[in-house]
């Protein structure tokens, strides 16, 4: 008697709201600005060294929740996850180059 190795698929999981999957984009972009809060009130209080070093374990620890917690949420939650976290870093970068744009075309004298 021959046995089949054939399972039928999982039955697919119904997608996340977009309330949801906006909800984890704003999660996202909450915790990255709190964490970085912390951390700036870390350097300017205490130490510049500590600040440093809290940075980067809490960049460490970021990525190791996100790879656990990620394969527990839907692929969409996940990216906007991801996004909303990456939004704060962008803006960021994009103000320091629009003020060394201004600065650099500036008629001012230092």
Known sequence: MQTTTWKPPAPPQPRPSWARVIGWYFAGAGATVATWMCVAGVTVEISPTLGRALGLLSF????IVLAKQG????HRCVVALVLGVITPFVLAVAFIIALAWAFAHSSWTF
């Open 71 to 74: 394969g527990r949420l839907p």
């Open 60 to 63: 460490i620890g970021g990525v």
